[in-house]
């Protein structure tokens, strides 16, 4: 179990699919997700399934986000590891909304980052935002993470196409800002 200042990641289990089911059958949660429909319960076991190939391969590390009180609020991953160029991509889904806008976002990506420099010896960590999600970019921002691009109407959705963001956090400025953090803290 990984700790930060208000979230502590854990493995997934079977026990929390009910919970996704729930989560990801709300139009507002499933919003800036590649999910457009809402999944069975069954969909998500056959997605638990290959999760474990996927994370006995080394490809992807996956995480609930649970509160300190132990509330599970949310999911957490590093997809597609290229473990001979150091990178990865983030994802992050609060499927409690009730936590949203309250730090538990920042503060588990800031705990899968520390782990994604200083354990997995990873130099990059890459991820992709919808242009309109300005929640999720202060939050990407507030963790050290930079506009790269833009990927022109690459998702459709709402009757329309939309712009996605390409952003990263390179370890060397993910040290900058934790030392700045921490001196200034």
Known sequence: MLQGEKVRLRPIERDDLPRFV???????????????MPPSMAQEEQWFERLQQRLARNEDVVLAIETLEGVHIGNIGLHRINWKDRNAELGIVIGEKEYWDQGYGTDAIRTLLRVAFEEMNLHRVSL??????ARGIRCYQKCGFQKEGVLREIVFREGAYRDQWVMSVLRPEWERQAVSEGENG
């Open 22 to 36: 729930r989560w990801f059958s709300d139009p507002e949660v499933r919003r800036h997700l590649i999910l457009y």
């Open 128 to 133: 992709r935002v919808d242009a309109d999600n």
